[in-house]
């Protein structure tokens, strides 16, 4: 089972990402943890990608693919994962299709939460992480629009369209039902 989860910045992945890996029993792989888990360590990876998420632009994606590259071909990820934050760029969606070439695999299906700009905002600005400032918000979202949103079009027919607005547990409900679960 694999699967990408893609949407705006605040859109909730992460929230229903670690619901499903717990229901499905695959791994939740979160570019943004992985990230996060390098700058709390200092590694050099995350001493590169901090100036760029505290400023809300993107990490430069070979810097990027390498580290997802290394958590794909890790055991656990062997049958399966769940893929939020990558790709987020038409470019990371075709390293991503290469690599899961190379492996004999295949995606089953994207699943796009929908949400509107005024409640990603409202989310973040509540959920107060370090990049969520007012300015670095509307710098994600600029690069949502103009770096990921083509993603849609991009996947075409194995976007799985989920209505992200609502309780958690009504739209993990609405996922599962959206992937046939
Ligand atoms: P959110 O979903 O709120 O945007 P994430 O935790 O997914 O938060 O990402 C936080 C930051 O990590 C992004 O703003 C970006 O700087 C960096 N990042 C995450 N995924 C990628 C990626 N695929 N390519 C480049 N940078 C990324």
Redesign the pocket.
């Known amino acids: 089972m694999r699967y990408v989860l893609l949407g705006p ?2 859109a909730g ?2 929230t229903q990402a670690a619901i499903l890996s717990e229901k499905l029993g695959v791994p939740h792989i ?4 992985l ?1 996060r888990a390098n700058i709390g360590q200092g590694t050099p990876l995350g001493v590169e ?1 901090k100036s ?2 505290d400023a ?4 430069p ?1 070979d810097v ?1 693919a390498r580290m997802v590259e290394d958590r794909l071909n890790q055991d656990d990820a062997a049958n399966g994962f769940l893929l ?5 760029t038409v470019e ?1 969606a075709d390293i991503l299709a290469d690599l899961l070439e190379k492996k004999g695999q295949k995606l089953d299906g994207v699943i796009n939460f929908e949400v509107s700009e005024d409640v990603v905002v409202e989310r ?1 600005l509540a959920r107060g992480r370090a ?1 969520d400032n007012e300015e670095t918000i509307r710098t ?1 979202l600029g690069v949502y629009r103009d770096e990921t949103f083509p993603l849609i079009q991009h996947y075409g027919d194995d976007i799985i369209n989920v209505k992200a607005e609502g309780t958690v547990e009504e739209i993990n409900e609405r996922t599962l039902k959206a992937m046939g679960k």
């Open positions: 910045p605040g992945k992460g979160s570019t943004g943890d990230f990608a760029y998420i809300g632009k993107l990490v994606t990027t939020d934050g990558f790709p987020r990371q973040m990049d994600r």
